[in-house]
């Protein structure tokens, strides 16, 4: 590859002459598709879809009135509630007022940067695991090698290793939850009640039952062995409901992972496909760090690869698509949002369109380096959202995604070849589609 910056794989969107009913399968294929160029254009587009009011705000204006200016004036909506409802219905990813407050602020004390940074080298155990492994094989599908990394560090970080615990069922049984939830059906996009419980397949059922049985276990366990790790902290939160553990645990399993796995895949993809940036980010993290492991208190002098990080949750953000409802009448970017109209805050859309980006189709990390204030407050970067309900680990997923991130660029050659070149397929979120193989051979000096 050259030094020019290359175009990574996009959504193809709408081009505006659809049927409703193009459209409309388009979306659900695969919703990160199912926008056109007035949503890439103006801040926000409200149509009719369904009998309802549809509200796609793709604004850092307009985001942050719905996320943060005027958080409790808006709820998640009713699709949320089907999809998510049957594996995490009490808990932080899926309730609302006074209910969240009391569960958010009996589980924020593990994320906070002091024990943040004492999960550090459990991370590095996890790492040393795998790239062990590596050596014995170097072909590998990067999104399932990632899924098992980051489930890895989650188990040891996290859940503290228990004994016993099933790490490849459970692995499955989480990704078999996630992507028949999360694909949207035809059915989703009726106006249902939301006391209207959502059909599962067989497949899906069977896994949610184990994911359950998983964590009651895992709270049984802790509960005759107690810790200081997330489950400890679950069994000795006394204002949460037996309920309210195990759906919170669940929510962890599912979000604990999937999202970091994801972003290291993409990132490790834009690696392999662009060798420049990915010499630059070796050159950067052996100077910073030498040969040894990647310490938390190295992880500020790692600017560039963080800029990797960035730049692939701008492309590629976990969560492409956030939905809310409002539960008044509030008025948002001189349109006036009412209860029962839907408001799709998209991510993607905001994070590539040309009206807030140079060049936004194009793989750049030096932009987060040139301009610092991409990533201020009220900026068009909003990979984990915004406001009172901003995802509660992100702290800890930025440092694992740039722990690993910096180990395997540092120590690995990531070969990519020119011909994958994955679609991004939304489930819950945003995943390559088919995966992406790829080589990763030890770096000998």
Not at 197 to 213: D, F, I, N, Q, V
Not at 215 to 232: H, I, T, Y
Not at 386 to 403: K, N, S, Y
Request: with cysteine; charged share 25%.
């Amino acid at each position: 590859m050259t030094d020019t910056l290359f175009q990574p794989p996009h959504a193809q969107p709408l081009t505006g002459d659809e049927s409703f009913l193009e459209a409309t399968w388009r979306f659900i294929r695969n919703p990160v598709e199912g926008f056109g160029p007035l949503a890439y254009r103006q801040p926000i587009v409200t149509a009719k879809t369904f009998g309802q009011t549809l509200h796609v705000i793709s604004d850092p204006v307009g985001m942050t009135d719905v996320l943060v200016r005027h958080a409790d004036k808006f709820t998640k909506t009713a699709i949320d509630a089907r999809i998510l409802g049957p594996a995490t219905k009490e808990g932080l990813l899926s309730v609302h007022g006074e209910q969240w407050k009391r569960q958010r602020k009996a589980v924020a004390p593990i994320f906070r940067k002091r024990h943040v940074e004492s999960l550090a080298p459990l991370i590095t155990d996890a790492l040393s695991d795998f790239t062990a492994r590596l050596d014995q094989r170097s072909r590998l599908d990067l999104s399932r090698a990632m899924a098992d990394l980051t489930f890895d560090v989650l188990a040891k970080a996290l859940l503290g290793g228990p004994k016993g615990l099933d790490r490849t069922r459970l692995k499955r049984a989480t990704r078999a939850v996630v992507t028949g939830a999360g694909t949207l059906r035809p059915d989703d996009l009726l106006p249902w009640p939301r006391w209207v419980p959502r059909p599962m397949t067989p497949t899906g059922s069977g896994a949610l039952r184990r994911l359950k049985r998983a964590a009651d276990d895992l709270l049984a366990e802790r509960a005759q062995n107690p810790d200081d790790d997330l489950v400890g902290l679950l069994i000795g939160a006394d204002t949460l409901s037996p309920r309210e553990r195990r759906d919170n645990l669940i929510g962890f399993f599912i979000a604990g992972h999937e999202t970091t796995a994801l972003t290291l895949t993409w990132a490790l993809y834009l690696l392999g496909r662009h060798r420049p940036t990915a010499e630059r980010v070796r050159n950067e993290v052996r100077q910073v760090c030498g040969t040894g492991d990647v310490r938390f208190d190295q992880l500020a002098d790692l600017p560039f690869t963080q800029a990797i990080i960035d730049e692939t949750m701008r492309l590629y953000p976990p969560a492409p698509l956030l939905n809310r409802e409002p539960r008044e009448v509030v008025n948002v970017l001189g349109r006036t949002l009412e209860p029962g109209h839907a408001v799709l805050l998209n991510n993607y859309v905001m994070h590539r369109t040309e009206r807030l980006w140079d060049q936004p189709l194009l793989f750049d990390p030096d932009r987060f380096l040139r301009d610092p204030s991409l990533k201020a407050k009220g900026a068009p970067y909003m990979p984990f959202g915004a406001g009172p309900r901003i995802c509660v680990g992100a702290a800890f997923a930025t440092m694992e995604a740039l722990m690993v991130l910096a180990t395997l660029a540092r120590d690995f050659d990531i070969r990519v070849d020119d011909n994958v070149y994955p679609r991004p397929l939304m489930t819950v979120t945003l995943r390559p589609e088919g995966g992406v193989p790829a080589r990763l051979e030890r770096v000998v000096e």
